[in-house]
């Protein structure tokens, strides 16, 4: 039985249904003229994938990279820094304050003469409401009024593919992720009235940002596109 | 996954078929970057659940096709009998040189585009007929054909070299 070029080509590359491949076969081991043409084909795709291969295996340059993954400048995002902050337990060190600070909001949720709470409880869990829910739900960091009650950081999705914000207040700080239209409080902590404590403060709220983030953080385009949205999971 | 993040991931292939298409390192990268921007631009017509890879491989292969008819570069579509024997433009002689080398990308350039894009596709993405035909919107057939004819060229090129 002969094979024509087409049909060697074809078993070569895997095209060939499984009885045709195997009577080839069979035939190759009786027929040299066969098994070097086989063995020719063979060659050549070993030669062209070797001499390609390279090209895969090289960095991709930054130039095309940027296209896909914006830089952000301000944060350190690299996997070297997310591991850091997951090394640095963030809640052990501030559960006094973030204690202190939930008492009081919630406290103050309860007296309707005080201007309104910006944390509330919801099922077991801790939501951000009034003026936090507020400027979470409709506040951009792009074009946010320096002196802003709550200062909106970074915007981003966790790994859990909700949108989440971190967010700086005179009384508390913290990260809200978006479950179903509420605002869950997963980091926070005492705000800093005092310039030189809130940048301290402000790092460590971009650490654990970096920690929590799958991808990395929206870019003015991306944080607008998630709001108008409602910051709603695809 | 992230649209981006999906293309991310795929940049080292695509850059890898632009090579074979565009040669030369510099070129490979600027239609790499003009695919990755039309992708970004058009990604509302790529379909969820479709392969991304297959939706990135045809526009990066119809920019390139678009760049070069645009070139107008002669003897490019040049019937295969005659393009394995002649050579059109500045540098014949040094692709005739490279080829006899046993040099790839020399008797890659001596293939017409229509056959090298198959062979990149099939013979060095390792895509099945049926994709490549999907990829370059043309009939089974006609991959299989210019496959043929493109293997014939690079084995005889390369072959006699080894």
Known sequence: MSFDSATVAAFVDGELDDLTARRIERDAESNPELAAEIARHRALKQQLAAHYAPVAGEPVPERLRALLVPPVAAVDTSIGTRREARRTPFAAIHWGAIAASLILGLALGLRPWIPAASIAEADGTIIAAGPLAKALDTQLASNQPSDAAVRIGLSFRDSAGRYCRSFESESLNGIGCNDSGRWHLERMTGGQPDADYRQASSGELAAAAAAMMAGDPFDAAAERQARDKGWRRR | ?162
């Not at chain 2, 017509?45 to 119809?62: A, C, E, K, V």
């Not at chain 2, 009939?139 to 080894?162: D, F, W």
């Open chain 2, 1 to 162: 996954m992230r649209f981006e993040e999906e293309l991310v991931e795929l940049l080292p292939r695509l850059r890898r078929f632009a090579r074979g298409l565009a040669r030369h390192a510099a070129d490979a990268d600027d239609l790499c970057q003009a695919a990755i921007e039309r992708g970004l631009k058009s990604r509302d017509q790529w379909q969820q659940g479709t392969r991304l890879d297959s939706w990135m491989y045809r526009i990066t292969r119809n920019l390139w096709i678009d760049e070069r008819r645009a070139a107008g570069r002669r003897g490019v579509h040049a019937p295969i009998d005659e393009a394995a024997t002649q050579v059109a433009g500045d540098g014949a002689a040094e692709v005739e040189a490279g080829a006899l080398r046993g040099d790839v990308d020399s008797a890659m350039a001596r293939l017409p585009d229509e056959q090298r894009e198959v062979v990149m596709l099939v013979l060095v993405e390792g895509y099945a007929y049926r994709e490549a035909a999907d990829i370059l919107e043309v009939p089974v057939g006609t991959v299989t054909s210019r496959l043929a004819r493109g293997r014939e060229t690079l084995m005889h090129l390369l072959g006699e070299a080894a």
